[in-house]
């Protein structure tokens, strides 16, 4: 398997992994090129560049990733195929150490919203609150299945796994215990101008915290700030396999939580409300 289908097909998921992955395969691709010229070179790079960016287009962390290490490398004043390796294999590292760095901050950032004996609900798999509840270890997280594809389940082993008392709960039942929750912290995809994009589900949760004034935290690095972007529509066979063919299946796999609901976003640069990110 390819890591353009692991992408496709959510074997890899959750934006940082999904970039991460992306530039490390970058590399790996451009290692195996046999071109036998500069300009051949950067055009097969480019191709696999495009079918990555491809795997999950409306990913801006994906997408600022691999295009930054190709824009590097696209101006190059190398000429030979070697040196265009040794220069692709360091704008590759320097991408992958960006995302870490990132999630490593706001890993560390994201520690001080969760007060000492709180109550936690999220939503879907998202590796950078992932890290967050491992640290600040809450005493009790309820995690959502996140329908259609359960990365809530993910979430939910790796939370127990770290001896934090987990509740793994139907999406539909986040009404019923948000009265028992202190805070709502997910992860993003993207940063848009009109509110912050997470796997469809966060904009209801989000309300309910809303009227239950519980805050809410988006933990995301600014490498997924993008002025616009589409929601992905997956296959619908992802919701109903052998549906009758009469019923129409809309499987969106993104929602649009606005900045009126949420508290702070937690990024590598601090606590942010949205008017200090730079679009
Ligand atoms: C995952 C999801 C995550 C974000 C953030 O959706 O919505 O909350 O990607 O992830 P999917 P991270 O499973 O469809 O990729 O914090 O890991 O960057």
Same mark, same amino acid.
């Given at each position: 398997m390819s890591v353009v289908n692991d992408i496709k097909n959510l074997k890899i998921q959750g934006a940082s992994e999904i970039a991460k992955a992306a530039v490390i395969d970058l590399n790996a691709c451009g290692n195996r090129l046999k071109s036998k010229t500069k300009d051949e070179f950067i055009e097969e790079l480019e191709m696999h560049?495009?079918?990555l960016k491809g795997a999950r287009p409306t990913e801006p962390a994906l997408l600022n990733c691999v295009n930054s290490a190709m824009s590097k490398i696209r101006k190059s004043k190398s000429?030979?195929?070697?040196?265009?390796?040794?220069?692709?294999?360091?704008?590759c590292k320097e991408e992958v150490l960006r995302i870490k760095t990132n999630m490593r901050k706001i890993?560390?950032?994201?520690?001080?919203? @969760?007060p000492e004996n709180s109550i936690v609900l999220t939503h879907c798999h998202s590796h950078n609150v992932v890290n967050i509840l491992k640290t600040a270890d809450p005493v009790k997280v309820f995690a959502t299945e996140t329908r259609p594809r359960f990365q809530g389940r993910m979430t939910a082993k790796e939370i127990s796994s770290a001896g934090i008392e987990t509740e793994l709960i139907l999406d539909d039942a986040v009404a019923d215990v948000m009265k028992q929750v202190d805070l709502v912290i997910i992860g993003a995809d993207a940063i848009t101008k009109d509110g912050v994009i997470n796997k469809v589900g966060s904009k209801m949760i989000a309300e309910i915290a809303f009227d239950y004034k519980r805050p809410l935290y988006v933990a995301a690095s600014t490498l997924k700030v993008i002025d616009k972007i589409d929601i992905e529509v997956r296959d619908s066979s992802e919701i109903w396999k052998d549906a009758p063919k009469n019923?129409? @299946?809309k499987n969106y796999a993104f929602d649009v939580v606005p900045y009126k609901h949420i508290t702070k976003i937690i990024t590598e640069k601090g606590l942010k409300t949205p008017k200090q990110i730079k679009f």
């Open positions: 560049a495009m079918k000429s030979e195929i070697i040196k265009l390796k040794k220069e692709l294999f360091m704008y890993e560390e950032i994201g520690v001080s919203v @969760i019923i129409k @299946i």
